[in-house]
């Protein structure tokens, strides 16, 4: 659908946070986002404390696998999330830019996994409910 809107989560190593903010963005708002992710520097494979962390929400991310970030990613993206990585990210003129700051998961334990975790969540339900409610039109007349 061309009116979809697209969102691009962008973290250094694509293991962690990008990868629960694209699983929250996919479970909350179903066909109704496009969603991708990638990294500056991406790691093998994704963050298995991230992975449980998700996990816990009933949220699989399992089989997802760390993607080099690319100007087309960020081309294709409507809005751009960063979450740490600096000024790797590309910028294009009209795309709308975020940058959440958020500890990185990598080498840290499950409950402060968690904590980053119910961090993401907040911020993409805001966002979901940002990019998938209608502009209001005020009615004609007086």
């Known amino acids: 659908m061309p009116d979809t809107p697209s969102v691009l989560f962008v973290c250094v190593h694509n293991a962690g946070r990008s990868q629960m903010a694209a699983g929250f963005l996919a479970a909350l708002a179903g066909d109704a986002i496009r969603v991708r992710s990638a990294g500056s ?73 968690r904590a980053i975790r119910d961090e993401i969540r907040t911020r993409v339900a805001h966002l979901v409910a940002e990019l998938t409610t209608a502009p209001t039109v005020a009615p004609h007349g007086g």
Not at 90 to 96: D, I, L
Request: include cysteine; proline fraction near 8%.
């Open 41 to 113: 520097l991406p790691a093998e494979r994704i963050n298995p404390v991230a992975v449980a962390a998700m996990a816990e929400v009933g949220i699989d991310i399992t089989g997802r696998v760390p993607a080099q970030l690319s100007a087309d990613a960020v081309h294709a993206a409507d809005v751009v999330v960063t979450m740490g990585c600096g000024d790797a990210c590309p910028v294009f003129p009209g795309k709308r830019y975020e940058d959440w700051q958020l500890d990185d998961p990598a080498g840290k334990d499950l409950d402060r996994v």
